[in-house]
């Protein structure tokens, strides 16, 4: 009869030569002693290498798998460290919990779930569901949505979210992140406690709850805690930056009885305060652990020298942070290039020259970037890039003429230069309250076939044809579109754009979209863009032009051989051989509303994360002007250019020649 042997770690018996795997600041964290401990991973330094043979080292030094709590942000992170583990080790890790904070939260709560009134079948609520419950308890609550413009489910419930993820009440959160439903606080806190209530009632939990409900478990239940504290004698976790109040408040008292905690992460890259992310739980960690152990990883494998210089020079202005310099293992390069061009539009010509010229030199369209503070600071860019059939894919949203709201607005523009226009009638009339499929056909089956269907409609045509709920919003829409199809007001479509937004639609927005304050931006940028055309019609007809010429690029070429465009916050964790960095004017990055909050040094960790994407070439550019309200808009350079000594960057001009 043949035996097989199953391997497990012994102490003492290293097969693993961490010396040589390892550079000495991995090595000096992977063979950390017991105790707390906090691994500053500077960007490009190996993070994921340095938690994986932690993990291994562990194991080698005698620690059983299931005594191990991994916690990463995507379970695929999770797979591919222990994957990488049993690799190295040759063993199989069945056993160690290994995951999403939610993950590992559904796993104890099904165990425990009656300890806190819940049966251990418990459902799990989607996003949908949850905003379809929402919905039914703001019913319940006997909120009049048409009288308050009471803001939609899938906002009232990113409200409630967010007061679960940052601790700060519901009052505090409408105050602080949507002022504009400062008169409606209390109402929004009446449906959160029935929410609360319905869920309980219905055996349900929603994403949340996977981590409220963990917490509430371990801080009511001493003996769980105890349970799963004497379980648990190492706990690690990555991307510590990003975790939000309730996460780390969960990873304090798991570890709570041991203090065996290894996290790893790197407050220069902590830029997701906006979801709920706490940039104090990292910067506070050793005043939290008084013995807790710093390490920093510093050697970068990613970028030049060059570029490293620059995102030295930029994140030391921070005065919050932990210090460290980046050192590259990269040979030198060429320095990275700040370009100031005249304006948006040759911003977006340099940036697709550029990348016809590296595509001609022989790289791949898919090793080139286009990063941006914000989703409508790529417009021109997707404008630019289609004219020149240079594929690309977005990162940061949809195409941007694509988007509802730009196609929301269009719409009227589109019903004022071309009343017979159906599509665009049946989009616009679904726009006000009350009014659906049903009516929105009726209404448009009552105005297209008469000769003047803006006039019809201005008249009274189909008064009788909407609810008296409706009357008030039909109103507005109609004295609006007999402002729009003034002839004198149709030659100018950024004053369109902005009687739109001044007639309901910016209201529209704040009510539906949790995201308002972006598409306004988008909106307004929209209107600064159309001040190059000479009227609407002549806007609406190259907008249909670009759409149609942008979907046959795109399916010119595989995947691999896109440029991509990407906010910098989708970018994190990313990487590309050419970064171009553009819309560097103050105002726009950092963003005004940014500076206003005093977020300045998260703004500035948000320059460094896109600095820091770049392998080998990096180009900075900021725009002289820009159309605005009114005309011409002169731009600044952005304060994270100007804070730059010199020696980090090569200014470069741009010369236009022209081809006849």
Aim: charged letters at 25%; glycine letters at 6%.
């Amino acid at each position: 009869m043949r035996t097989f042997t199953i391997r497990s770690g012994a102490p003492g018996a290293f097969r693993i030569d961490y010396e040589k795997e390892l550079n000495p600041e991995q090595l000096e964290a992977v063979v950390c002693p017991e105790g707390p401990a906090l691994v500053l991973a500077g960007a490009g330094t190996g993070k994921t290498r340095t938690v994986t043979y932690r993990v291994a080292r562990l194991i080698e030094s005698g620690m059983k798998p299931d005594s191990l709590m991994l916690v990463t942000f995507t379970n695929k992170a999770a797979r591919e460290m222990l994957q990488r583990v049993e690799s190295v080790l040759g063993l199989n890790l069945r056993g160690l919990w290994g995951g999403t904070f939610h993950h590992i939260g559904n796993i104890l709560l099904r165990r425990h779930a009656k300890l806190l009134g819940y049966e251990s079948n418990y459902s799990i609520l989607d996003r949908e569901d949850a905003v379809d419950l929402v919905d039914t308890c703001v019913a319940d609550a006997g909120i009049d949505k048409q009288r308050w413009r009471f803001p939609k489910a899938d906002i009232v419930q990113s409200i409630i979210s967010l007061t679960v993820n940052t601790g700060d009440s519901i009052a505090r959160v409408v105050s602080t992140r949507m002022p504009h439903f400062i008169p409606m606080a209390e109402e929004i806190e009446k449906v959160a406690v029935r929410y609360e209530l319905r869920k309980q009632e219905l055996n349900v939990m929603d994403f949340d709850d996977l981590l409220s409900n963990w917490l509430r478990l371990m801080r009511e239940q001493p003996a769980v805690l105890e349970q799963y504290g004497s379980q648990f004698r190492q706990i690690l976790v990555d991307e510590y930056q990003d975790t939000n109040y309730i996460q780390a408040a969960i990873i304090d008292l798991m570890a709570s009885s041991h203090k065996n905690l290894f996290v790893v992460g790197d407050d220069a890259q902590s830029i997701y305060s906006f979801r709920g992310a706490d940039f104090e739980n990292i910067i506070s960690f050793p005043k939290r652990y008084a013995d807790a152990r710093v390490f920093r990883l510093t050697t970068n494998y990613r970028s030049t020298p060059e570029i490293l210089s620059l995102a030295n020079a930029s994140i030391r202005q921070n005065r919050r942070q932990f210090k460290k310099e980046l050192h590259a293992v990269r040979p030198e390069g060429q320095s990275p290039a700040l370009l100031a061009v005249r304006d948006v539009y040759q911003q977006a010509g340099f940036v697709a020259q550029r990348m016809m010229d590296l595509h001609g030199d022989g790289m791949d369209f898919g090793k080139m970037a286009v990063l941006y503070r914000s989703h409508y600071q790529s417009m021109e860019i997707q404008m630019e890039l289609t004219r020149h059939g240079i594929p690309f894919e977005i990162r940061s949203g949809l195409r941007f003429f694509e988007q509802a709201h730009i196609k929301d607005v269009t719409a009227y523009l589109r019903i004022a230069v071309n009343p017979k226009d159906e599509i665009a009638w049946f989009r616009v009339l679904r726009l006000i309250p009350g009014v659906g499929k049903v009516s929105a056909k009726k209404i448009g089956a009552a105005l297209i076939p008469m000769d003047d269907p803006l006039g019809g409609l201005i008249e009274g045509a189909a008064d009788k044809l909407v609810r008296k709920a409706s009357r008030k919003d039909f109103d507005r829409m109609i004295e609006l579109m007999a402002r729009l199809r003034a002839p004198d007001i149709q030659a100018n479509p950024a004053e369109m754009i902005r009687m739109v937004m001044a007639g309901g639609y910016e209201e529209y927005l704040f009510a539906e979209y949790p995201n308002a304050s972006a598409r306004v931006e988008d909106i307004e940028q929209l209107a600064e863009y159309s001040t190059a055309y000479a009227g609407t019609a002549e806007l609406l007809s190259s907008l249909a032009l670009v759409s149609t010429m942008g979907d046959n690029a795109a399916d010119d070429e595989g995947e691999n051989e896109k440029v991509v465009l990407s906010s910098i916050h989708q970018a994190k964790g990313l990487e590309w051989a050419v970064v171009f960095l553009i819309w560097l004017c103050e105002g726009r990055f950092p963003s005004a509303r940014a500076v206003s909050e005093q977020d300045e040094e998260e703004e500035r960790r948000l320059f460094y994360v896109a600095t820091t994407r770049a392998r080998e070439e990096l180009y900075l550019l900021y725009p002289r002007s820009a159309p605005g309200a009114g005309g011409t808009m002169l731009l600044g350079p952005s304060r994270f250019i100007l804070e730059l000594p010199g020696n980090v960057y090569e200014r470069c001009a741009v010369e236009e020649r022209y081809v006849y």
